[in-house]
């Protein structure tokens, strides 16, 4: 049996209240919808595949001493070292790994004359066994042949005739037609490239520029001036670990003139490059929390004060007849329209600063499920919450009409 | 005489008084414990939470050398492409070309000037040094010109800044920092021994005092929160040894092939910082500045239409975003937060002062006047806002902990400082007073004879 | 109607145990007038109470209406509470958030009666009451005595079998006191069964019936067939 029409005159009688209460539900509703859905936001981009294998790769850097460093040398030995090592599936030289948010990148022209790029790439310069140490996938043409791979210095200015790229970039410069054998320029002054080779997926380095975040290009060449190399690795499953130690000792073992810097898992890349995004994730969900304990708190609060200052009414109901459950259930229906006034106000605040941050912020339109989710959180939590102070106004005895002061 | 016996009676009345309030404050407070607690407890933890993000955002986009930001700018000249601005937002390049730098380093118009850029360092510690054996490891050092030291005035411990005919002679010099001279002697005066950076020595000139700015501004290209640099050599030697830049190098052209052709390129990958002591040395620099792209227009560079900017630090920190966009929606969502639990607060105690309305009725009654009522239940008001900012302060500690675990890079930004310790707890009090002011007000408007009408 | 018999009630409290009715028995009959007098403390609000379901009691036997309410759960005694009890406090009791109409209709909410008889009980209560033209008034904005005459007209709007007035009158002027008490004399001659405990011989001597309660006991029944003897009244305010 709700009350609504004596409940409602009632609470109107007590404005203040009422807007306070709802004015905390208000905000609560709306700070809680944009949190989660920033939360999930940043869950998705999380979520992203980068087409490689994560769980058993790994890579470790070398920077040789002085300018006279031969480092070309010291690519082939260290190769042909880590190629032999049991438990490693397999190795490459590599310019740059997905989720490391540092490496090349170049525009895409199809046309000699264009004025700008047609799109954006990463570039990932790296031998035949690349792709595979990798793991990413190719799923049309073929991959590199050893006799393809050369050496990229400074004085290079051309790019390699056959070029392997992501699916995402070849659907950008081709949609819908097949990609294999159609030609391109990385540097409009040079010879074109063509693809010979269609990959799945592959990440480019940089996981927060949404503009080229799915656009790389495999280019059989590996960085053989200056005194850095980088290796990947992927370990057999389960080994990585141990790998990651045994290659660095065997890599500073094989030439003692250079520094073998930290073998990093890619595991721990992608912890690293999005530490921002989950710190973000836990900030917001602390705030929920403490939000919605606050906000309990204050309506525990509230109606334990309501059910003190009316006891002597609480009383006069019951000695006219009003069951402990009814008592019960009054309160709990006066927190029920407590809490939707505002959420009312709640939901138009809630949209409102989601278009505050799209404006400000350039983030996307809150999906429509949101808020209702959100109401009926809240009014959950009102119901849970007045339950303590309801139950007490349930005891208060008949006998309190006559007793109490 | 009269009157001064007067003035101390008042005072004295005053002081009584407010010893009374607090009395009946403290007494209503603990005669709801659990209430008191959920005031206290709300307000801190508003405060906890806005004054958490607020001092990371506050440390972060603070002045990091507030006594010469103002005459210290970054130099930005547009030499990009032609058909695409450097950014998506239309701004000037955040670096130099190699030849804009020499070429500004070479006129010498500011009071000072350095050019600068981020090599990668491995340190090759003698085998012998001191008996100790270390290892060879990589660092971040710094190529850049001697006014650098003088510029943004890090503290020496030993010696000083290497000299200009150092710079101009491309000398083998270095200043390495408390911490490097730490783990490669012990941390001895080691002005005038040598140091080995690949394999080649240099003569240690100088050794800094710990230095950390809190957002390393004067290059922010790789993240401004990055640890400032272990070594610094000049900027001539480091081009000498052809050492590259290990931050961002851009390029919107083919460079020519070779070392040469890398120098000769349009690529930026070089800071450039000016001192300029006067508001007229900024305009004469500003002019010249213009001149000088105007000039090498004519020869064919610079493509884009003439555009220059001088920057403060200040207006460079805001330009290159360096409080990030997370850490502003963290601090609108803490003041909602803090919006939230003041409501609750004012919601608690409006509930609180309203039951004593009676008590309010009878004491108007028995002759209390609006304004001792007031001042009663707003010295009660106040009690709960200063436990609750004590209660907000320790919770912002234990905030800041988090905070720190959760960025690793945060960890000169999140420390409490004792500005903030005191907005925290004037914020406290006065949201407090704020919470108790309404309910204050309302609780005084109760009308005598209203309470002894009926229940 | 009401019928107690022995019956005996403690409050315990954690020092003293106060027995406020003890061995106390008393029968009334339908459509009758009782007034309960007494000292102060003598038990007369516990006995109203007990009565009227707002308590247990310690010992012995209750019947109302025929049904013995011994260990009735709460629910059954809140049901009998509301269909045949009607209650009139010293303290009028009106819910200050509620306007008079929605006062009265409190009792008739937890009766289960339809909007439409509710609507009608409520408007026929309140004309009895001749408060018909304040419907929308709060209860802050009248008077005692009107308070009070809201307060009869909600006992009566659910037509209880007996009406329980615990000092009706107490806070109210004589003048206004008459006017109450003319109010419930129409009630009882119309058949309603009435019990009231006052404090004002007055007002005792017009019930059909004295109960003197003194220490928790009834002490003394004057059974009056509707005569008014002041020498009766003189003997009660020597008591009182
Ligand atoms: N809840 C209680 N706990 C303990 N003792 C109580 C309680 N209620 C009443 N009493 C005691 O029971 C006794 C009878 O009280 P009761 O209220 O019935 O008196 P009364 O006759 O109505 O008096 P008055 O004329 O002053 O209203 C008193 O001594 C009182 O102190
Ligand atoms: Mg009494």
């Known amino acids: 049996m709700l009350e609504l029409r004596p409940i409602l005159s009632a609470l109107m009688r007590s404005k203040v209240s009422l807007v306070l209460i709802g004015l905390q539900i208000a905000l609560t509703l709306a700070i809680v919808c944009n949190s989660l859905f920033i939360i999930s936001e940043r869950a998705a981009l999380m979520n992203r595949p980068s087409g490689i294998n994560e769980t058993d790769t790994f890579t470790v850097g070398s920077i040789g001493f002085g300018a006279d460093f031969d480092l070309r040398a010291s690519i082939a030995e260290d190769l042909a070292m880590l190629r032999g090592l049991p438990g490693i599936a397999d190795v490459a030289a590599i310019n740059a790994t997905p989720l490391s948010d540092g490496g090349w990148s170049q525009g895409i022209s199809l046309d000699k004359d264009q004025k700008s790029p047609t799109a954006p790439t990463a570039l990932y310069l790296t031998d035949e066994h690349g792709l595979n140490a990798l793991g990413a996938r190719i799923v049309a043409g073929r991959n590199f042949r050893p006799d393809e791979i050369s050496g990229r210095t400074r004085q290079s200015l051309a790019w390699p005739p056959g070029l392997i790229m992501s699916r995402a970039l070849a659907d950008k410069l081709w949609p819908g037609q097949d990609p294999i054998g159609k030609s391109f320029y990385i540097n409009v002054e040079q010879a074109p490239s063509t693809v010979i080779g269609i990959?799945?997926?592959?990440?480019?380095?940089?996981?927060?520029?949404?503009?080229?975040?799915?656009?790389?290009?495999?280019?059989?060449?590996?960085?053989?001036?200056?005194?850095?190399?980088?290796?990947?690795?992927?370990?057999?499953?389960?080994?990585?670990?141990?790998?990651?130690?045994?290659?660095?000792?065997?890599?500073?073992?094989?030439?003692?003139?250079?520094?073998?810097?930290?073998?990093?898992?890619?595991?721990?890349?992608?912890?690293?490059?999005?530490?921002?995004?989950?710190?973000?994730?836990?900030?917001?969900?602390?705030?929920?929390?403490?939000?919605?304990?606050?906000?309990?708190?204050?309506?525990?609060?509230?109606?334990?004060?309501?059910?003190?200052?009316?006891?002597?009414?609480?009383?006069t109901r019951r000695a006219l007849g009003a069951t402990r459950g009814a008592i019960l259930r009054h309160f709990l229906a006066e927190n029920f329209v407590i809490t939707s006034f505002g959420l009312v106000a709640g939901t138009l605040l809630a949209y409102g600063f989601n278009a505050w941050l799209i404006q400000n912020y350039e983030t996307a339109r809150m999906p429509w499920y949101y808020v209702p989710a959100g109401c009926v959180t809240l009014w959950l939590l009102g119901q849970i919450a007045v339950l303590g102070p309801a139950r007490r106004a349930s005891r208060v005895t008949p006998a309190m009409a006559t007793r109490s002061v | 005489m009269w009157s001064l016996h007067k003035l101390r009676t008042a005072e004295n009345e005053t002081t009584t008084m407010f010893g009374y309030y607090l009395k009946l404050g403290l007494k209503s407070l603990r005669r709801n414990p659990v209430l008191t607690a959920l005031m206290v407890f709300g307000i801190g933890l508003g405060i906890a939470a806005s004054m958490t993000s607020f001092t990371v955002f506050y440390l972060m986009g603070g002045d990091p050398i507030p006594w010469k930001s103002d005459r210290l700018h970054a130099?930005?000249?547009?030499?990009?492409?032609?058909?695409?601005?450097?950014?998506?937002?239309?701004?000037?390049?955040?670096?130099?070309?190699?030849?804009?730098?020499?070429?500004?380093?070479?006129?010498?118009?500011a009071d000072r000037q350095a050019a600068m850029f981020k090599v990668a360092l491995p340190i090759q510690p003698a085998s012998e040094m001191d008996g100790r054996d270390?290892?060879?490891?990589?660092?971040?050092?710094?190529?850049?010109?001697?006014?650098?030291?003088?510029?943004?005035?890090?503290?020496?411990?030993?010696?000083?800044?290497?000299?200009?005919?150092?710079?101009?002679?491309?000398?083998?010099?270095?200043?390495?920092?408390?911490?490097?001279?730490?783990?490669?002697?012990?941390?001895?005066?080691?002005?005038?021994?040598?140091?080995?950076?690949?394999?080649?020595?240099?003569?240690?000139?100088?050794?800094?005092?710990?230095?950390q700015p809190r957002v390393k501004f004067y290059d922010v290209t790789n993240g401004p929160l990055t640890d400032a640099e272990a070594a610094y050599l000049p900027f001539t030697t480091a081009i000498d040894l052809r050492l590259d830049s290990t931050g961002n190098n851009d390029c919107w052209k083919n460079a020519d092939p070779g070392w040469e052709g890398f120098l000769a390129s349009e690529c930026i990958w070089t800071q450039f910082w000016v001192q300029l002591d006067s508001r007229e040395k900024l305009a004469a620099y500003k002019s010249f500045l213009d001149a000088y792209v105007t000039e090498q227009k004519k020869q064919g560079r610079f493509p884009r239409p003439v555009a220059t900017l001088l920057p403060d630090v200040n207006q460079w920190l805001a330009l290159q975003e360096v409080v990030s966009r997370d850490v502003e929606i963290q601090v609108g969502l803490a003041f909602a937060f803090l919006a939230v639990c003041l409501v609750n607060t004012v919601g608690l105690l409006l509930a609180k002062f309203m039951r004593k309305s009676g008590e309010i009725g009878l004491r108007r009654a028995l002759g209390a006047s609006r304004r001792q009522l007031f001042l009663q239940h707003l010295v009660e008001a106040a009690v709960v806002g200063i436990s609750g900012g004590l209660v907000g302060l320790a919770l912002t500690a234990a905030g800041l902990i988090g905070v720190r675990a959760l960025y690793a890079e945060y960890q000169h930004i999140a420390e409490l400082d004792w500005t903030m310790v005191a907005v925290a707890l004037l914020l406290a009090v006065l949201s407090a007073m704020l919470a108790g002011l309404f309910p204050t007000w309302r609780a005084c408007q109760v009308q005598p004879a209203a309470q002894l009408k009926t229940q | 109607m009401l019928k107690m018999n022995h019956l005996s009630k403690v409050y315990r409290t954690h020092l003293i145990e106060t027995h406020a009715l003890r061995d106390f028995s008393i029968h009334v009959r339908d459509g009758e007038f009782v007034a309960v007098t007494g000292p102060s403390g003598s038990g007369k609000t516990t006995f109203l109470n007990i009565a009227g379901l707002l308590e247990q009691f310690s010992g012995g036997e209750?019947?109302?209406?025929?049904?013995?309410?011994?260990?009735?759960?709460?629910?059954?005694?809140?049901?009998?509470?509301?269909?045949?009890?009607?209650?009139?406090?010293?303290?009028?009791?009106?819910?200050?958030?509620?306007?008079?109409?929605?006062?009265?209709?409190?009792?008739?909410?937890?009766?289960?009666?339809?909007?439409?008889?509710?609507?009608?009980?409520?408007?026929?209560?309140?004309?009895?009451?001749?408060?018909?033209?304040?419907?929308?008034?709060?209860?802050?904005?009248?008077?005692?005595?009107?308070?009070?005459?809201?307060?009869?007209?909600?006992?009566?709007?659910?037509?209880?079998?007996?009406?329980?007035?615990?000092?009706?009158?107490?806070?109210?002027?004589?003048?206004?006191?008459?006017?109450?008490?003319?109010?419930?004399?129409?009630?009882?001659?119309?058949?309603?069964?009435?019990?009231?405990?006052?404090?004002?011989?007055?007002l005792a001597a017009r019930a059909q019936r004295n109960v003197h309660v003194i220490d928790g006991q009834v002490v003394d029944i004057h059974a009056e067939p509707r005569m008014r003897g002041l020498g009766v009244v003189a003997a009660q305010a020597a008591h009182g």
């Not at chain 2, 070429?103 to 010498?108: D, N």
């Open chain 2, 75 to 109: 130099v930005q000249v547009d030499n990009w492409d032609a058909n695409e601005a450097f950014d998506d937002k239309g701004r000037l390049p955040d670096q130099m070309t190699y030849i804009d730098a020499k070429a500004l380093m070479t006129a010498a118009k």
């Open chain 3, 62 to 202: 209750y019947f109302l209406d025929g049904v013995d309410v011994r260990g009735m759960n709460d629910s059954a005694r809140s049901r009998l509470r509301n269909e045949k009890i009607g209650f009139i406090f010293q303290g009028f009791n009106l819910i200050p958030d509620l306007n008079l109409f929605d006062n009265v209709d409190v009792p008739l909410r937890y009766r289960g009666f339809n909007a439409a008889e509710r609507k009608r009980r409520i408007e026929d209560a309140l004309a009895r009451v001749g408060l018909s033209a304040r419907t929308r008034h709060y209860p802050s904005e009248l008077s005692g005595g009107q308070q009070q005459r809201v307060a009869i007209a909600r006992a009566l709007a659910g037509s209880p079998k007996i009406l329980l007035a615990d000092e009706p009158t107490g806070n109210l002027d004589t003048q206004m006191a008459r006017g109450v008490m003319q109010l419930l004399e129409e009630l009882h001659a119309e058949g309603a069964t009435i019990l009231m405990v006052t404090h004002d011989p007055e």
């Open chain 1, 199 to 315: 990959v799945d997926r592959l990440q480019a380095p940089w996981v927060h520029k949404q503009r080229v975040v799915e656009l790389s290009t495999v280019v059989p060449q590996v960085v053989s001036d200056g005194s850095f190399v980088r290796y990947l690795l992927r370990a057999a499953p389960g080994q990585r670990d141990a790998m990651m130690k045994r290659v660095e000792a065997r890599l500073a073992e094989l030439n003692p003139g250079r520094i073998v810097r930290d073998a990093k898992s890619i595991e721990k890349l992608r912890a690293d490059v999005y530490a921002e995004d989950r710190a973000m994730m836990i900030i917001l969900g602390v705030v929920i929390a403490s939000l919605l304990i606050i906000t309990a708190l204050g309506i525990v609060g509230m109606a334990s004060f309501w059910v003190t200052q009316r006891t002597k009414q609480i009383g």
């Open chain 2, 134 to 211: 270390v290892k060879p490891y990589l660092e971040i050092g710094r190529a850049t010109y001697a006014d650098f030291f003088a510029m943004f005035e890090p503290p020496f411990q030993y010696g000083g800044p290497w000299n200009a005919e150092q710079d101009a002679n491309s000398a083998r010099v270095t200043v390495i920092t408390q911490e490097t001279n730490e783990k490669l002697f012990g941390g001895a005066d080691s002005v005038g021994r040598t140091v080995r950076f690949n394999n080649v020595e240099y003569t240690v000139v100088g050794v800094l005092a710990h230095w």
